[in-house]
């Protein structure tokens, strides 16, 4: 066995496994999704129907797959902002304004990572039940008299009061992955500066931002990745797509097709066009917040 | 130097064997995911042993013999009474060797068998992930039961098209289904607090107009349905009103079913519409509504929320744990008749099929002959305290007095019963999505009726395709 020889098979040896899991349960399904999208098919029978780019063309005049892009990007909208702001400030509170029981708020606000996304959005259809929720309750209490406003049954609110679970859920696992960046810069920058005058905001936007803006940028990613394919859950758990498809999104509306309207066909086509809404808007983000590096030396 | 090398080799075959054995394991799932027929079914199936005594039946019955898979799923109504069956069949034809596929999540478990074109014998369409009965129809999936169901006699004798009370399905002139549930969609009150409070119980719209507005008066809430869930609504208000505005004639459901073009349009479905605007108007249906699945909506009711709900005879059942004592409930077939006009019994209804590529087809038909028996009938009301789709007189058995009053309803001639019929998924849902929109006056009848008549329209030229 030569040098050469035993170095591939080294190497191999580490990536084929993951080769073989990641082909079998990531790229398969892909490819698999995307011949089926091709077809007219109810998802339980023998009968498969080639259609071409029939599903697509459908896709195209449906009012609904408007609507529910529309909701996706509110949604990734909102929870960027609110979960960046929200996790930034932890972020920088809990690292460098020395406060104390930092480490006691680090695990309180990482809570809600540890439940599942299902616990939390009954949780909080609890909270915005109209007549026994503990929401309309306060609401009561300050304005002194009964509200009963359905959060989650009215157009007008439902798809806000979504965001709240939503951003609540996320603000954790950002906050901890700053905290982290925020921690590897030298404190030697923070001394210089203050000697030279510079205040809590001033060091924030010209030292703390730039010098986390990688970590930033790859949390920005991960939320509208994580949006696109996941507000399937809190949807299915606290609207179904309801009132009238108000909160409907892309994910939901797939699950819908597939499994309660029976054309699985075009719930394929739904999730290719998930995945190829996805690609473009990482890529256009990435463009959108490219910046200098700045690191270090 | 040797050694380092020793030990760097028998690290790399390590590696390597680790590899080869993931490798496998994974391989092992592909094969699983690739044929999960056999891995899915094999713990939910049961299969009763065949060492039965030589002996032939009694009867002079046919023959029948080989392996006969029947298809349940354990849902609200249990098992007990399946597994009641299937255990006096097997006395009767001890030849048979019947093969239980069953459990709570069995429709998706058989699913890939039913995709690969080895579907069971016999399947009862219930619970969630349930066959579509109309898609399924279109897949040729379903055996064609109409020449037999006019002259299937059950085992005791009797026509079994005469027994039932809601008839077989027609779907284009042809029965492929024979539902075995009956229920009935109703508006439930509490009778203890109606006695308490003094109210009348409604007997036509008028009257449901009039006690709404004492109740409203009083400070509770009229009238909650579930908005997540519209079905509940349609099912208890809009189409029994669809059908006293149409003359009491059940045949508009039908071309409704067909998706015909216009029906949505029609006037009898506009006054029914106009019924709801009313509801609406007057501030009767609780605004609440919107946000509740079912099961916060029935919460509501229990604890005097709201003084009316629509929904099906399963509720008292479903709701045990959660009613307070005292609570009587009470179900009024249909509200929004004119004074004097009929009750509209809506049923909901689960089906029983035979798959068309079934191996033991003829086991199958015995079956459904066995079981669509009064005796049977008798045993699921007791087993399941809901009604088994056979007329049978419930007196002295041991089924809830919800089931045995409700049971009475079916026989009374001031009573139209309306034929189960099952709706194409995409249109139902906009019709849904539509009417919860109507109820918060986010459209009018008009839209209403352009959004459902363009969804038939749509489902039409799917149909034809």
């Given amino acids: ?297 | 130097m040797k050694t380092k090398k020793i030990v760097f080799l028998s690290l790399t075959v390590l590696l390597l064997l680790a590899v080869g054995l993931t490798g496998c394991g994974g391989s092992n799932k592909s094969a699983e995911s690739a044929k999960p027929s056999a891995s899915a079914s094999t713990p939910a199936t049961e299969s009763a042993s065949s060492s039965a005594e030589e002996s032939p039946s009694a009867e002079a019955g046919p023959t029948l013999a080989g392996d006969f898979e029947v298809q349940y799923c354990v849902g609200g109504y249990g098992d007990s009474w399946q597994k009641s069956m299937v255990k006096q069949f097997k006395e009767k034809y001890p030849d048979v060797n019947i093969i239980e596929s069953a459990g709570p999540k069995i429709n998706d478990q058989m699913k890939p068998r039913w995709i690969q074109g080895d579907p069971p014998d016999l399947v009862f369409i219930d619970c969630a992930g349930g066959l579509d009965v109309l898609q399924s129809i279109k897949d040729g999936q379903l055996m064609d039961l109409t020449d037999w169901l006019k002259t299937a006699q059950n085992v005791d004798g009797e026509l079994i098209s005469d027994l039932l009370i809601a008839p077989a399905e027609d779907f284009g002139g042809k029965n492929y289904t024979i539902p075995f549930v009956f229920g009935s969609w109703g508006t439930f009150y509490d009778q203890a607090l109606f006695r308490e409070k003094n109210w009348e119980v409604p007997t036509d719209f008028d009257s449901f107009l009039a006690v709404s507005e004492k109740i409203k008066a009083s400070g509770m809430e009229p009238y909650v349905h579930t908005g997540v869930h519209t079905g509940y609504f349609t099912g208890g208000f809009l189409f029994p009103a669809i059908v006293s505005a149409n003359g009491d004639d059940p045949a508009i459901l039908k071309d409704m079913a067909d998706l015909k073009e216009g029906v949505f349009k029609s006037e009898p479905v506009m006054k029914a519409l106009q019924q709801i605007v009313t509801l609406r108007d007057k501030g009767f249906i609780d605004k609440a509504s919107g946000a509740l699945n079912h099961t916060d909506s029935q919460i509501q009711f229990v604890q005097h929320k709201d003084a009316f709900i629509p929904n099906g005879l399963w509720v008292e059942n479903e709701m045990k744990q959660d009613t307070p004592a005292g609570f009587e409930f009470g179900m009024i077939p249909s509200i929004t008749q004119a004074p004097g006009g009929k009750y509209i019994a809506n049923p909901y209804t689960s089906p029983i099929a035979i798959a068309s590529k079934a191996k033991n087809p003829e086991a199958a038909k015995a079956f459904i002959q066995f079981i669509y028996s009064k005796k049977a009938a008798i045993e699921w009301a007791e087993l399941t305290g809901a009604l088994f789709n056979v007329k049978v007189d419930l007196n002295g058995s041991k089924a809830s007095a919800l089931s045995i009053s409700a049971s009475k309803y079916y026989s009374s001639p001031d009573l139209v019963v309306l034929p189960a019929v099952t709706n194409n998924e995409d249109v139902k849902k906009e019709w849904e999505n539509a009417t919860l929109a109507l109820t918060y006056g986010k459209v009018t009848p008009e839209e209403w009726a352009d959004r459902v008549e363009k969804a038939a329209a749509k489902a039409r030229a799917k149909n034809k395709q």
């Fill in chain 1, 1 to 297: 066995m030569t040098t050469k020889r035993k170095r591939s098979l080294f190497i191999a040896s580490f990536i084929l496994p993951t080769l073989v899991l990641y082909s079998l349960f990531i790229f398969y399904p892909i490819i698999r999704a995307i011949y089926i999208s091709f077809f007219d098919w109810s998802g339980s029978s023998e009968n498969m129907n080639y259609i071409g780019f029939g599903n697509f063309r459908e896709m195209y005049s449906d009012p609904i797959i408007y609507k529910a892009i529309a909701n996706d990007y509110f949604l990734i909208f909102w929870k960027v902002i609110g979960i960046m702001t929200i996790a930034c400030f932890f972020a920088v509170a809990l690292t460098r304004f020395r406060m104390r029981g930092a480490s006691f708020y680090r695990v309180v606000f990482f809570f809600p990572n540890v439940l599942s996304i299902v616990v939390i959005a009954v949780l909080w259809r609890f909270i915005y039940n109209p007549s026994l929720g503990l929401l309309n309750d306060i609401l009561s209490l300050i304005v002194q008299r009964e509200v009963e406003i359905p959060w989650l049954g009215d157009s007008r609110y439902s798809l806000w009061a979504l965001l709240p679970p939503a951003i609540w859920a996320g603000i954790g696992f950002f906050m901890i992955l700053l905290i982290a960046a925020i921690k590897s810069i030298p404190a030697s920058l923070y001394e210089s500066a203050e000697i030279d005058g510079a205040k809590q905001w001033k060091q924030f936007t010209k030292i703390t931002i730039p010098l986390i803006w990688e970590q930033v940028k790859v949390s920005i990613v991960l939320i509208v990745i994580t949006s696109l394919n996941g507000s399937f859950a809190i949807v299915s758990v606290m609207t179904e797509g309801g009132p009238d498809n108000a909160t409907q999104v892309l994910g939901y509306y797939l699950y819908q097709m597939g499994f309660k309207q029976y054309h699985m066909g075009y719930a394929s086509a739904i999730g290719v066009f998930i995945l190829v809404l996805s690609l473009i808007t990482t890529a256009i983000l990435q463009r959108l917040m490219k910046r200098d590096t700045v690191e270090v030396s």
